[in-house]
């Protein structure tokens, strides 16, 4: 099953069972729980599905189509893959590793590389989910033709 049919159907499911609407607080609820589940127990597989399942109806119950969220889905993975980094061997093992946000030196070609990195951003939030995953297509394509 692709990803779209598994959201129409666990939205189905998830509307029929739990009701129509947002139902943020519910949803954030449950998630709350499932992540206490977790820390008790790191290695429980459905548990982890458990988390997936209820951050897709999350999506949807904030109004978006299928479609939309299996877009997103790619071109935020797309989005992690091109920001840069710190090292994870020297990072806090038990603490968020998140991106880095300020250049390491302050020259001209720093500044200039921030000021395009801006641009491309203010690109991406007007065009959206679908130039990313567009994007991603089209690298996957010329990786292909490269090898």
Do not use: C
């Not at 997936?52 to 299928?66: I, N």
């Not at 991106?99 to 007007?126: A, M």
Request: no cysteine.
């Amino acid at each position: 099953m692709n990803l779209i049919d598994y959201l129409i159907r666990q939205q189905a499911f998830s509307e029929r069972t739990f009701g129509p609407g947002p139902r943020t607080k519910m949803v954030l609820d449950h998630l709350r729980k499932e992540l206490v589940e977790i820390e008790n127990n790191p290695t429980d597989l459905e548990e982890w599905i458990d988390v997936v399942m209820l951050a897709l109806d999350g999506a949807w119950r904030a109004g978006y189509e299928p479609h939309e969220i299996a877009d997103q889905l790619s071109a935020k993975l797309y989005k992690n893959e091109v920001r840069t980094w710190p090292d994870w061997r020297l990072s806090a093992p038990n603490k968020a590793i998140e991106h880095i946000r300020e250049p390491l030196i302050d020259d001209g070609f720093t500044r200039e590389l921030l000021e395009q990195d801006e641009k491309d951003k203010q690109f991406l939030d007007e065009h959206g989910a679908k130039t990313m995953a567009l994007l991603a297509q089209a690298d996957k394509l010329i990786a292909s033709i490269k090898q």
